[in-house]
Structures are given as structure tokens and as C-alpha cells.
């Protein structure tokens, strides 16, 4: 694939293993069900911002010696496919981005797959802000206090080390850093990630993509039957 210089879309995912994905969702909902969850949503993602034509797409996944299942799973994508390396989050997410940027990438913006709701128009935003010149990073925060996207034009590591992951201050004291170190940075619209039952909004989901909502929502009353059934109350024929 031919790489597209300016732009670099990292997106961080897991090979979907029970118990290994989603595990907060998993206790509202079941640890199989999360997993499922999390392959349908991990898999619209990669599908989704891949094969793009005004970026190249770094898939990133873990564990490392998943990389045949990986391939299997996703390897039909338009994507570059590389191993996160060992280390916390932080340490994984800033040898991502020294990696594209060794590559002779200017923009690098990284995601996750935990929001579904992101679409092409707020990538491109997010590179657009970056190439204009006037700002050298991009956040999009998550309503639970965190970021659904991380814009860079320079590695920047102290966005990275020591944070306290998985809390509500990661956006607001990523912000602060960023200031910190000089990095003008701008914000873009809020949009919210999948970490329980509650965050799960099949009729939003439905407004981005109809198939995806459709899936999801097969998932959540599978499971619903199966708890309705180990509490000892019929399900509706």
C-alpha cells in the first residue's frame, strides 16, 4: 500500500479474549457477551477509518503474539499491522507515535476503539486543525472525563508519562500538560466511550451505522435472555 505522508491514524485495539477485553462491560453484561461486543465494535473501527485516502492507517494491536489471529481477523484491511510494544499505556501510545513519525509523518492522531460514535468528518478535522499551522495538538474529549482522540505534530512525552490512566482528569490534565509544554493545542466535540451497559445507545448507534446498531443490539438481548433465564423467569416467546 502506498503510505500517505502528511497523516498517520493510529488505532490501539486487543485481539478480542474473554476476560481480556471490556471488563467493566463485562460485569454488567457478561464477560462472553463483552467480548463480542468488542470484536463487533473494534472490527467496525479498523474497517471504518482504513484504506483512507487522505491518511495512512497504522493498526496497533495486542498482545504481540497474537499477530496470526490478528491477521486473521482484520488482515483484509488497508493498514500497516505492528505490535504495541511492552510498558504501561503511556510508554505503548508515545512508541506508536515515534514510530510514525520516524516514518516521515507530520500529523499523527491516535484512537482507540472504544468510541463508535467518531466519523471520517472528525478525523479529518483533527488533521486539518493539525496541518493548518496555528495548533500542534488535538484532543477529543470523552465524556467520562478521558480522550477519544490524541493529535500530534511533535512526540511530545509529556502527554504520556506517569498519567493515571482510566480516570476522570486524563483530559483535563493531559490539557494542562500540553500547556505546560508549549503545545498549542485545540478541542474538538465530545463524544462518548464504551465502557459499560449504560454507555451503549443502540438509537445513537443506529444514527452512525445501521448494521453495527443491529449487531450490537442482537448481543445485548442474547445476553439479557440468558440472564433472564439463570434468575428462574421465562423469556417473552
Known sequence: ???KKDNALIVFLKYPETKKVKTRLGKDIGERRAMELYREVA???ADSFSGQENWTTFLFYTPKERRKEVLEWLGD??????????GSLGQRMSRAFE??????FRNVVIIGTDCVMITEEDL?????????????????????????LLGLRRKTDAVFQDMQWSTPRVFKETERRMGESGLRHAVMRELA???EEKDI????????DTELARRLEQILLKDQEIRTENNGER???
Open 1 to 3: 500500500m502506498s503510505l
Open 43 to 45: 472490527g467496525f473501527v
Open 77 to 86: 484491511k488497508e493498514a500497516l499491522f505492528f505490535a504495541q510494544e511492552t
Open 99 to 104: 514510530k510514525c513519525f520516524s516514518l516521515g
Open 124 to 148: 479529518e478535522t483533527a488533521f486539518s486543525l493539525l496541518s493548518g499551522g496555528q495548533f500542534e495538538a488535538v484532543l477529543g474529549p470523552a465524556t467520562d472525563g478521558g480522550y477519544y
Open 193 to 195: 466511550d464504551i465502557d
Open 201 to 208: 445507545s443502540i438509537k445513537d448507534i443506529m444514527t452512525r
Open 235 to 237: 423469556s417473552p416467546a
